[in-house]
Nanobody
Framework: QVQLVESGGGLVQAGGSLRLSCAAS????????MGWFRQAPGKEREFVAA????????YYADSVKGRFTISRDNAKNTVYLQMNSLKPEDTALYYC?????????????????WGQGTQVTVSS
């Protein structure tokens, strides 16, 4: 059984930084692409970033490009999201997810396993 556990969320002022972590267990982590999504109250879950299984390919939403960086450490079964220059509109519950195979890397339907989420709140 796959388990994904996010950590690193919190309250930060605008312009600040946070690093989210997602620890995975249950499947060979290095075989699967990983993604980060977020959901703000009253809004749909949206794509933030994704990374290929070997870490060579990364994808970002336009809203976070240049501010967020996704990375992974396959030896530690962990994926990270470094978030810099945070804005109040980045406030959301952030989820990591493990991709199941094909499909649009930016679509939540391409991911089978999800964590419980970690809250990020950015104050103005």
């Amino acid at each position: 059984q796959v388990q994904l556990v996010e950590s690193g969320g919190g309250l930060v002022q605008a312009g600040g930084s946070l690093r989210l972590s997602c620890a995975a267990s249950g499947r060979t982590f290095s075989l699967y692409a990983m993604g980060w999504f977020r959901q703000a109250p009253g809004k749909e879950r949206e794509f933030v970033a994704a990374i290929s299984s070997n870490g060579l390919l990364t994808y970002y939403a336009d809203s976070v490009k240049g501010r967020f960086t996704i990375s992974r450490d396959n030896a530690k079964n962990t994926v990270y999201l470094q978030m810099n220059s945070l804005k109040p509109e980045d406030t959301a519950l952030y989820y990591c997810a493990q991709r199941i195979g094909g499909g649009n890397v930016k679509s939540p339907h391409a991911y089978l396993y999800w964590g419980q989420g970690t809250q990020v709140t950015v104050s103005s």
